[in-house]
């Protein structure tokens, strides 16, 4: 499955909302998608699970949403931490796959 | 505490192998599956397989099929990952991950293949 990632780049203000697709070329199983938040030399941080549950210790202002092929971040009152790359991932059909990132940049 | 640390950064030579480490504490080792991921320079994250920590069951990508092979010594709750027949497309850092939707990382282990 490829997932597909818009927009490419994305700039916004702190305190603005932010709003990120990813796209599937096939319908994912059971909606088995996550979104992680990635800065540079650091791992991925799990932030959304099962396409809409956050995990542990992510603020609310983060919520997923979408099934089947189409998938949102939204990511509400920007903070200044929040500017990095986010990218999807597929969990739900081998092999598991990663879309190829949006970066949201302070405007 | 609950943790994943990898070995440290390697350098090789193209055709040679590499096998980095990924140490499990502050959980049940064997009830996870550990999940490795690797990321190239300006490239999108790359799924490359995982292992059962428990009954040693593994998946691989076909990427890399063939020349990657996962393990665990569930005595010392370490994972592995090996890769042989460098070349420098496998130039990356590899990171462990508990879990397939992770929130447990390793810190990644930099892979350099140069001549």
């Known amino acids: 499955i490829v997932l597909t990632q818009s927009p490419g780049t994305l700039s916004l203000s702190p305190g603005d909302t932010a709003t990120l697709s990813c796209g599937a070329s096939?319908?994912?199983?059971?909606?088995?998608l996550a979104w992680y938040q990635q800065k540079p030399g650091q791992a991925p941080r799990l932030l959304i699970y099962?396409?809409?549950s956050r995990a542990t210790g992510i603020p609310d202002r983060f919520s997923g949403s979408g099934s089947g092929t189409d998938f949102t971040l939204t990511v509400s009152r920007l903070e200044p931490e929040d500017f990095a790359v986010y990218c999807c991932?597929?969990?739900?059909?081998?092999?598991?796959?990663f879309g190829q990132g949006t970066k949201l940049e302070i405007k | 505490q609950v943790q994943l640390v990898q070995s440290g950064a390697e350098v090789k030579k193209p055709g040679a192998s590499v096998k980095v480490s990924c140490k499990a504490s502050?959980?049940?080792?064997?009830?996870?599956?550990i999940h490795w991921v690797r990321q190239a320079p300006g490239r999108r994250l790359e799924w490359v397989g995982w292992?059962?920590?428990?009954?040693?069951?593994?998946r691989y990508s076909q990427n890399l099929q063939g020349r990657v092979t996962f393990t665990t010594d569930t005595s010392a709750t370490t994972a592995y990952i090996e890769v042989t027949s460098l070349t420098s497309e496998d130039t990356a850092i590899y990171y462990c991950?508990?879990?397939?939707?992770?929130?447990?990382w390793g810190q990644g282990t930099l892979v350099t293949v140069s001549s």
């Open positions: 991950a508990r879990g397939a939707a992770s929130t447990l």
């Open positions: 096939q319908t994912v199983n059971n909606n088995y």
């Open positions: 502050g959980y049940t080792f064997t009830t996870y599956s």
């Open positions: 991932q597929q969990y739900g059909s081998l092999p598991y796959t």
């Open positions: 099962g396409a809409s």
């Open positions: 292992i059962n920590a428990g009954n040693g069951d593994t």
